[in-house]
């Protein structure tokens, strides 16, 4: 299989697309239909055999159409094509092949594949899977990954997740010590466990984890294992760290541990994460530099000073690093310390050359049942794109002769690493520390480029100290006298003695004050009309590049502001901080990406532009940081003036933001701050002519209250939504359901792209298991304190009311509760958890109303297009995703679907500034289809129009 890959590219890219689409339905017909597509599509692959091409040509002409029989015979034969690769994992074939390399002397380590899991119920099943394959006495070594055994690893919670992790490898490793086996020598032995190393984001819990359960006295006598890998620059920090602490366990009297060394299989996954998120990539750009690492790790554990403590599993296939670890061993008298391990199947030539060399081989087997069959999909898909790499030693070692041209090469690449060493950096690539003083980047307008705000990396142990500082700040602000905002109306901050309380609705028992605000009254508001009219600092008369120049200011403002942002956000709306973390990084592309546009725009040909005048930006409180900025933004960058109301329960939030625009050196007069009640400002503000325009962000009610109370205002209004999710019989089912959750609950459901109805096509509505997926996974979301970091969704920002409170209580006819509704702590009435209704119909209250909690309603549908007419009839268009790996459905979901946003594949919620211009169709969009990312606020004076 590896040789037809390697002889023509398409045929990998034909395997792996066969691999992940092709399976995924139950329905012998769906499959059918996806291989003959494929077939299709690659028709000209030379993959086949003579053999197997003849077979192809019966399935599709004739086992198309008796897709019961052919499609379980098509799998089965797959699945033995690939068992050298992915061992079968049902008895009594898999202690079949464990006792066959048991024969010849070989060590297998037993890898049960599988996704993260999505909930602790799954988790739960996983760890019992892991204690039952450990009371097999065909098994006795066994790797597994930290998230299979924990489904809500939250990154600044590391506590947390280490605390709950550390119990469930403690049962695992309980396991291993209640049941033996033999060695070679006849000595009774506990059973191995390995920890596989994941994502960079892992690492440190990975290895916390590990140590924590291995200093308890109950296991202080087990030698277990865990992967290191060696494209991390500092990946020698981690060895090194753990060679001192397993010396002194084992000069305390405890066992060895082992070190297994790999060059890493996640640098896809590495360099995604990285894009997206604006982060420098934690890996090795060349994979000289990880193989010149990978030694330098080798010379380290085979010293005789660290051996005897720490163990060395050399992972690799390549035969010259093999050969090197052989002989340091051999030199340093340590080779009853190592191990040579490779992959099961990947080069069986390889492994006979390392047993007859006399090595201690050890090989790692990952398996699947036929029911988990899919699971191995993604390992497949890894290994073919790692192993068949240009760079990869196992590509060119096959029918490999010494002094040909392809041995000359490898013998280069192995030279090219060794020179590498005394100069490779080794210290790590991703150092963001929020601790540290935010320094003004001085940027000419005219040579600025827009480029995204870096979200914080909360992995990293200095941001999680960051983190900790915010929670004490501002978990007792109430304590420092809170946190209080104010009316600035006509450059003056406006105190009186009548003001609000705001309440912390995480310590809603304690009524602990997280501030109090002063309400502007009418007389304030014509004030500020007059003012913005006036513009007596004459912002309408700076050149776009000299407005761009103050806003660069403000970003810098929202930067060192990003810790209270966070808190005061925590302490008033509940939003816990990864979520307001990304909210200020957009604020901060806002202030950045508006004023960068109107410079662009202005210095067009043939087009002027000026404001339109006053800007009325009237802000939500699920967002009350990156939207209130975005309408700031948009508006002054154009050259208006603008007031700021914000909604009554983000108020605190509201002012906090004013005061990065004021301190950047925007006046009290061109940025003014009104906080006043809706209906007083629909009486007094709205109606008056002096408003030149209206940006809105919040009910759909509240829009249409506003263009009754003025016809003829210029209104930017985005309303909510009511945003849908179908999934598809051809979708990644675990993957479809990490997103869904993501979309449905996180920042408890209080987007207005949040998915609120979940349309599953049958063969999944159908599938109890996937139903009892979903409701394992809801329920495992933890709600509670924001302060409380282990907590994945905080408190409401106001009390359950309107739709939503009757969502709560009521049921239409033929739906069920999944998931009951329910409050975290029964006398917080903020603490709502995540609830899901099952049976929902078409024209349902839940189907077709806007709810802003976390609901969520799961709807069936016969196929695609029937999925698609449930969510275009809510008449809601803003957001929609789409969970399928066919290329035809995504295709014609495309486009059927009526809505702004389109995802497929991923998460229906955060949309990021240049990115995913943000906005939609019909309800949500009534006056005007307009998005956040596009320049709207300008009035052309003459040229084209500009949208």
Request: proline share 4%; with cysteine; charged share 25%.
């Amino acid at each position: 299989m590896m040789l037809k890959m390697l002889k023509n590219p398409i045929n990998k890219i034909f395997l792996i697309e066969l691999l992940d689409q092709s399976f995924r339905s139950k329905d012998p017909h769906r499959v059918a239909d996806q291989l003959d597509h494929i077939f299709e599509k690659y028709q000209n692959t030379d993959f086949f055999s003579e053999f197997e091409q003849i077979l192809i040509w019966l399935f599709r002409d004739v086992g198309i159409y008796v897709s019961s029989i052919s499609v379980p015979l098509f799998i089965k034969y797959l699945r033995n094509d690939i068992s050298t690769i992915v061992i079968q994992g049902e008895d009594p074939l898999l202690s079949s092949h464990i006792q066959k390399r048991r024969s010849e002397g070989t060590r297998v380590n037993i890898n049960v594949i599988g996704e993260v899991v999505h909930s602790e119920a799954e988790a739960n099943r996983r760890v019992e899977k892991y204690i039952s394959l450990l009371e097999n006495p065909d098994i006795d070594y066994l790797s597994l990954k930290i998230s299979n055994m924990f489904s809500q690893i939250i990154p600044h919670a590391h506590a947390h997740n280490v605390e709950k992790i550390s119990g469930q490898l403690a049962r695992v490793y309980r396991a291993a010590k209640a049941n033996t086996y033999t060695d070679k020598e006849g000595h009774p032995c506990h059973k191995f466990v390995n920890l596989d190393m994941e994502e960079y984001r892992d690492i440190t819990i990975t290895i916390d984890s590990f140590k924590k359960v291995l200093s308890t006295e109950e296991f202080k006598d087990l030698h277990a294992g865990i992967v290191i890998q060696t494209y991390l620059p500092d990946a020698m920090h981690y060895i090194r760290d753990l060679a001192t602490w397993a010396k002194r366990r084992v000069e305390n009297g405890g066992a060895p541990i082992k070190i297994r060394i790999v060059k890493g299989a996640n640098q896809e996954m590495e360099l995604t994460e990285a894009s997206l998120r604006g982060w420098p990539n934690v890996t090795y750009a060349h994979k000289a530099q990880s193989d010149a690492n990978y030694k330098i790790a080798m010379d380290y554990l085979l010293d005789p000073d660290v051996a005897p403590y720490v163990h060395t599993g050399i992972a690799s296939h390549n035969l010259f690093d093999q050969a090197l670890g052989m002989l340091l061993a051999k030199e340093r008298g340590v080779e009853a310390y190592v191990s040579a391990e490779m992959l099961e199947g990947m080069s069986e030539a390889a492994y006979h050359l390392l047993k007859k060399e006399g090595l201690n081989v050890i090989l790692y087997a990952p398996t699947a049942t036929k029911e988990t069959f899919t699971n191995a999909i993604a390992y497949l898909v890894r290994r073919f794109d790692e192993n068949t790499a240009e760079q990869n030693f196992l590509r060119h070692s096959f029918g490999l002769k010494v002094d040909t041209p392809e041995w000359e090469r490898l013998v280069q690449t192995y030279d090219d690493a060794v020179a590498l060493i005394p100069t490779l950096d080794q210290q790590p690539y991703r150092t963001q520390d929020r601790n540290r003083e935010v320094v003004r980047k001085e940027t000419d307008p005219a040579a600025y480029h827009f480029k995204n705000e870096p979200d914080t990396d909360f992995v990293l142990p200095a941001n999680r100290e960051w983190a900790k500082k915010i929670r004490d700040k501002w978990q007792h602000i109430g304590d420092a006298g809170g946190f209080s905002a104010y009316p600035v109306v006509g450059g003056r901050i406006i105190q009186r003695e009548s003001y609000t309380e705001v309440i912390d609705k995480s310590q809603y028992h304690e009524q602990r004050v997280a501030g109090r605000y002063v309400e502007a009254g009418p007389k304030e508001m014509k004030v500020a009309i007059a003012t913005a009219k006036a513009d007596p600092d004459g912002w309408r008369e700076l050149s776009p590049h000299e407005r761009q120049k103050i806003m660069m200011d403000v970003a810098h403002e929202l930067r060192v502001a990003r810790a209270d942002l966070i808190g005061v956000a925590a302490a008033e709306v509940g939003k816990v901080f990864t979520e307001t973390d990304v909210e200020v990084s957009e604020a901060i592309d806002f202030v950045n990406f508006y004023p960068y546009s109107v410079s662009k725009l202005s210095g067009l040909t043939g087009i002027e532009t000026r404001g339109k005048g006053v800007g009325l930006v009237i802000s939500p409180w699920n967002f009350p940081v990156a939207i209130p900025a975005g309408g700031i933004a948009a508006s002054l960058a154009a050259g208006n003036t603008v007031i700021l109301k914000p909604s009554g329960s983000a108020v605190l939030c509201g002012y906090r933001l004013c005061q990065c625009f004021w301190d950047a050196g925007i006046s009290k007069n061109t940025l003014q701050f009104v906080p006043g009640r809706g209906s007083e400002v629909n009486e007094h503000m709205i109606p008056d002519k002096a408003i030149d325009f209206t940006i809105l962000t919040g009910g759909e009610e509240t829009a249409y209250r506003i263009i009754r109370s003025r016809p003829d205002i210029h209104l930017s209004a985005e309303t909510g939504g009511k945003d849908a999710t179908i999934v598809t019989a051809m979708a990644d089912r675990d993957q479809a359901l990490g997103h869904v959750m993501a979309s449905a609950f996180y920042n408890s459901g209080q987007k207005c792209s949040a998915t609120s109805l979940l349309v599953l096509e049958k063969e999944l509505y159908d599938n109890e298991a996937y139903q009892m997926q979903i409701k394992e996974a809801a329920e495992s979301l933890q709600t509670g304190s924001v302060w409380d970091f282990g907590n994945r969704i905080g408190p409401l920002s106001d009390r359950p009311g309107g739709k939503l409170e009757k969502s709560l209580g009521y049921l239409d006819e033929g739906e069920a509760w999944l998931l009951k509704p329910d409050f975290a702590d029964r006398g917080n009435p903020y603490m709502l958890k995540p609830s899901v209704r099952w049976g929902t119909k078409e024209g349902d209250f839940c189907h077709m109303n806007e709810l802003f909690g976390p609901v969520l309603s799961v709807m069936r549908a016969e196929n695609l297009d029937h999925a698609i007419e449930i969510v275009n009839a809510t008449g809601y268009g803003l957001t929609s995703g789409l969970e399928s790996l066919d290329q035809r459905e995504q295709e014609r979901w495309k486009e059927k679907i009526i809505a702004g946003n389109l995802y497929i594949n991923r998460g229906t919620t955060g949309a990021i500034v240049l990115r995913q211009p943000f906005g939609g169709d019909e309800k949500i969009c009534d006056r005007k289809r307009e998005k956040s990312g596009r320049i709207q606020l300008c009035q052309p004076v003459h040229g084209y129009p500009i949208p």
